[in-house]
């Protein structure tokens, strides 16, 4: 059987990439196609400590933050997404090993070197659907909508130089989002570009 394709959904908090990745999973169903829907960090015993960790206000160090969320995607490969690929799904990720290189790279480790690891050891996404906000706007969206503050990650210098190394960023299979359009408009490009991706694949 063929490999599916490996579809990430990446940006700031706010970005709006939750809701476009629901809408897509939901409009491939209606032609047929199951797109498994995943996120990072998971809800596996790593992913859990590390959303813990975020809303508790302490931060490990960067070094140690880095290794969680190398363990919680070790983990999620194994069980979720490498399995999916090979039966011939489409995965739909919120998040992935980008993110890793955006926020721990601002957290002032070795970006390139993040990147390079990641790519070396995990599933290389097929398309990576990258939507970009100002990092004040996307807190200010965050902030609307209340739910958990998670103090480590959003704060407003922080979330600058991680908006810094998402704009600097050169992967392939990248394509960037205006995340300011409508979010009609957005799912309109999303679809166009994640049909683009399955017709050269599946
Ligand atoms: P997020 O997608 O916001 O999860 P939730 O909606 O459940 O809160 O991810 C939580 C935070 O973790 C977010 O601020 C980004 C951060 N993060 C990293 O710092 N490194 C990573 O590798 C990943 C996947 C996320």
Redesign the pocket.
Known sequence: MKRGALIVFEG??GCG??TQLRRAAARLRTRGIEAVET???TDGTWGRK??AM?QSGEAESPET??AW??A??REHMREVVTPALESGRVVLS???????????G??GLDAAQILADSEAEFERPDLVLLFEIAAKEGLAR?RARG??A?P???NLPF?ER?EEIFASLEVVGLERIDASHSEGEIATAVLRLVEGCLSERL
């Open positions: 700031l908090d990439k939750s996120r990072e960090p590390i959303r975020a933050e880095l969320f190398f919680d995607r919120d998040r992935s090993y980008i993110s890793t290189v955006a926020y721990q601002a957290r965050v739910g958990a998670e480590v990650f959003e979330l991680v």
